[in-house]
C-alpha cells in the first residue's frame, strides 16, 4: 500500500481521544509505550534508539524501557516521571487513537487538566501495590468535569502482587465506592502489567480468573458518542481576513453545528444579522462547514464582527451574560482570592476584567463530598461565581467544550492560573443593567471646574501616607478645588468594619475603597486615597476602574526599619509579639510598585516638600492649575 494510500486509510476510520492519567509512577507511560510497541506502531530506528537510552535511564535491568517511547524531555528521562502532555498517535485494523500521557505529580496537575480537555474516555492507572491514592482521585475528578464520560481502570503491576484476584477485586471495590458519584457513564476495570503486556493487546493467561476484555480490544469498540454531532452552529471568530480593500472574511474553527452557503447568521448577543456568502479555504471554497473545520467566512453584508465574536444562527443562539456559575480548577501557586480582578480568555474572546465573586463549596477531593470555602489553593476544585466586566457569549460546558470552558489569567504576572467549565448563567444577570445617567462625569466636573482623579498613596503601615494625603488635601482646598479624603483606617470604621486582615479581606477591602473612589469620580471630585494596598493586582484593578488616565499612584517609600522605628500606632511591637496576624511586613508580604506614578523616598525630608511633589506632579498632569 502506498503512504498516501495509508494514511487515507487511516484518515477515514473512527479516531478515539484518550489520556492516561493517575499518581506519579503508576506505569502511564510505559502503558503508552506497550500499546504502540505492541500495535507495531514503533519503526525500527526508534525502537533502536529507545533500546540505546534503556541503558542510561532506563529502569530495567537489561530490558528495553517503553516509557522513554513517551518521555521525551531530558527532565522526564533523568527524574523517570512525566513532566509535559505527550501525545501519542496509533492506528489498529478497527480503529485510530490520540493518546495523550499526562503527568502523575500534583504539581503538574495543569498539565494533567489541560491533556483531558480534548479527550473522550480516560485510562485512570492504579499500582496494584498501592490502590487507590488521593491523586487517583483527583484526576478522576478532574476528568468527571472535563466531560469526560467513559473510564478504564487499569489495575497495572499485577504481576508485583503474584496476579492475586483479591488485589484487584478489593481495588475495583474502592473505586467504585468513590467514582459513583462521578459523572462516567461507563467504568471497566481490566488487570494489566504494562511492563510485560499482560492483558493490554491480548488475554493473559496468568489471570484466567479474568473474564473481561483485554485492554486495546475494549478501546477498539467502545461506543463513544460523537461530541457536537446535531449541536448548535458556533464560529468563535479567530481574526478578521482582510488581505485587500475588496475582500473582508472572518476566519476561525466550527466549534459545533455546521454552517451552508446562504445560511442566516448573527453575532450572538447582537441584532446584527446576514447571509453567509462564501466559506474559503486554502483548498478553496466549500458548500458547506462542520465542526472542527477551519475556514473562512464571508457575508453578504458589511456588519461589525471583531476578534472574539460569535456566528450563530438565528435561532440557536447561546447565553449572553456578565455573570455565571462555573466548576473551577485553581492551578495558581498563590491561592485564589474573590474579588481580585483577573483577565479571562472564552474561546477567543480575551476580557481584561472579571473576577470570581464568590466560592461556592470547594471539591473534598478524598470523600467526594463538599467543603465550605472563601477561597481556592493551588490544585484546589470549586464551584465559583463569576463576574465579568462586559457580557460575552457562552453554553454550558456540558453542551459544548470549546463555548463552556474558560481560562482565568493573572494581570499582574501575565501567567495562566485557572481553568474553568461554565455551568449555567446567574439569573440576575440577564436583568441587571447598568443604568445611564441623565449628568455625566464631564458635566460634573464642568461645575468644579476641574478635572477628576484618583490619587492613590501606597505603602507600609508609619511610612507617612496619611500625612501626606491630609497636606494635599488641604494644599488642594487652598487652590478651591473639590476633594475628598479615603483614609484606610477610617473606611475600617464603617464600610469595611466586617473585613480582617487576612489576604482574601485585603483583597475585598480595596476593591470596596476603590469603587467608591470611582462613584466619587464620577461625581466630579479629586479623590486622595490613602492605603497600604499592599497587593499589586489590586491597584491594578482600582486603575482599572477608573481609568489608567485618571490615576495616580504615589508610592510612599519609608524602609520598613524606619517605619518600626517609628510605629506611630505601635503595631509592629503588637505584631512582633505575635498579638496581630497578617500584618503587612512582618508576616504578610507587600509589594512595592515597580513603576509607581510618583515615587516619595522619605528617609531625611519632611512631609510638606513630599506634599508639594505630589501637587507638582498633578499640574503637570493638568488634573489643576497652578498654584499661586
Not at 457536537?228 to 479567530?238: E, L
Not at 466560592?359 to 463569576?386: M, P, W
Not at 440576575?428 to 466636573?445: C, Y
Request: charged fraction near 25%.
Amino acid at each position: 500500500m502506498s503512504l498516501t494510500r495509508e494514511f487515507a486509510a487511516i484518515g477515514s476510520k473512527d479516531q478515539l481521544r484518550l489520556l492516561t492519567c493517575g499518581s506519579v509512577d503508576d506505569g502511564k507511560s510505559t502503558l503508552i509505550g506497550r500499546l504502540l510497541h505492541d500495535s507495531g506502531s514503533i519503526c525500527r530506528d526508534q525502537l533502536q534508539a529507545v533500546a540505546r537510552d534503556s541503558a542510561r535511564y532506563g529502569t530495567g535491568a537489561g530490558e528495553i524501557d517503553l516509557a522513554l517511547l513517551v518521555d521525551g524531555l531530558e527532565a522526564e528521562r533523568e527524574q523517570g516521571i512525566t513532566i509535559d502532555v505527550a501525545y501519542r498517535f496509533f492506528t489498529t485494523l478497527r480503529r485510530s487513537f490520540v493518546v495523550a500521557d499526562t503527568p502523575g505529580h500534583e504539581q503538574y496537575t495543569r498539565n494533567m487538566a489541560t491533556g483531558a480537555s480534548n479527550a473522550q474516555l480516560a485510562i485512570i492507572l492504579v499500582d496494584a501495590r498501592k490502590g487507590v491514592v488521593t491523586q487517583t482521585k483527583r484526576h478522576s475528578v478532574i476528568c468527571s468535569l472535563l466531560g469526560i464520560r467513559h473510564a478504564v481502570l487499569a489495575v497495572n503491576k499485577i504481576d508485583l502482587v503474584d496476579y492475586r484476584r483479591e488485589v484487584f477485586d478489593r481495588i475495583v471495590r474502592d473505586y467504585e465506592a468513590f467514582s459513583s458519584i462521578l459523572r462516567f457513564k461507563s467504568v471497566v476495570a481490566v488487570p494489566i502489567s504494562a511492563r510485560f503486556g499482560d492483558n493490554v493487546i491480548s488475554r493473559s493467561v496468568k489471570t484466567g480468573w479474568y473474564r473481561g476484555p483485554c485492554l486495546l480490544n475494549y478501546l477498539e469498540t467502545v461506543d463513544v458518542q460523537r461530541e457536537n454531532v446535531g449541536q448548535p452552529f458556533r464560529f468563535p471568530v479567530q481574526w478578521v481576513n482582510r488581505p485587500s480593500p475588496d475582500f473582508r472574511g472572518y476566519a476561525g474553527t466550527v466549534a459545533s453545528g455546521s454552517v451552508a452557503v446562504g445560511d442566516e447568521i448573527m453575532v450572538a448577543g447582537s441584532d446584527r444579522k446576514s447571509v453567509v456568502k462564501e466559506i474559503v479555504t486554502y483548498d478553496g471554497e466549500l458548500a458547506c462547514a462542520g465542526a472542527g473545520d477551519a475556514v473562512t467566512i464571508t457575508l453578504s453584508d458589511e456588519i461589525d464582527i471583531g476578534r472574539g465574536d460569535v456566528m450563530v444562527k438565528p435561532v440557536e443562539q447561546p447565553d449572553f451574560a456578565d455573570h455565571f456559575a462555573a466548576n473551577l480548577i485553581w492551578m495558581g501557586q498563590e491561592a485564589m482570592i474573590p474579588g481580585r480582578s483577573y483577565a479571562f480568555r472564552i474561546s477567543t474572546r480575551s476580557i481584561s476584567l472579571g473576577s470570581i465573586t464568590s466560592v461556592k463549596y470547594k471539591v473534598d477531593v478524598d470523600r467526594g463530598g463538599h467543603l465550605a470555602a472563601r477561597t481556592l489553593s493551588q490544585n484546589e476544585i470549586g464551584f465559583c461565581n463569576i463576574e465579568l466586566a462586559v457580557p460575552t457569549a457562552f453554553d454550558p460546558y456540558e453542551a459544548n467544550r470549546l463555548t463552556g470552558s474558560f481560562i482565568i489569567i493573572d494581570r499582574y504576572t501575565n501567567e495562566t492560573v485557572g481553568a474553568g467549565m461554565i455551568v449555567f448563567p446567574l439569573s440576575r444577570a440577564a436583568n441587571v443593567a447598568w443604568q445611564p445617567l441623565s449628568v455625566g462625569v464631564d458635566e460634573r466636573a464642568a461645575l468644579k471646574r476641574q478635572k477628576p482623579c484618583v490619587v492613590w498613596f501606597t505603602g507600609l503601615s508609619g511610612a507617612g501616607k496619611s500625612t501626606i494625603a491630609n497636606l494635599l488635601d488641604q494644599k488642594l482646598l487652598s487652590m478651591s478645588h473639590h476633594t475628598m479624603l479615603l483614609d484606610g483606617d477610617n473606611l475600617r470604621r464603617g464600610l469595611n468594619r466586617d473585613l480582617g486582615f487576612t489576604e482574601a479581606d485585603r483583597v475585598e477591602n480595596i476593591r470596596r475603597a476603590g469603587e467608591v473612589a470611582k462613584l466619587m469620580v464620577d461625581s466630579g471630585l479629586i479623590v486622595i486615597c490613602a492605603f497600604i494596598s499592599p497587593y499589586g493586582a489590586e491597584r491594578e484593578m482600582v486603575r482599572g476602574l477608573v481609568g489608567d488616565d485618571n490615576f495616580i499612584e504615589v508610592f510612599v517609600d519609608t524602609p520598613l526599619g524606619e517605619c518600626m522605628r517609628r510605629d506611630p500606632k505601635g503595631l509592629y511591637s503588637k505584631a512582633k509579639l505575635g498579638k496581630l496576624k497578617n500584618f503587612t511586613g512582618v508576616d504578610a508580604p507587600y509589594e512595592p510598585p515597580v513603576d509607581a506614578d510618583v515615587h516619595l523616598r522619605t528617609l531625611g525630608v519632611g512631609p510638606e516638600p513630599l506634599a508639594d511633589a505630589v501637587l507638582s506632579s498633578l499640574v503637570a498632569r493638568g488634573f489643576v492649575g497652578q498654584a499661586c
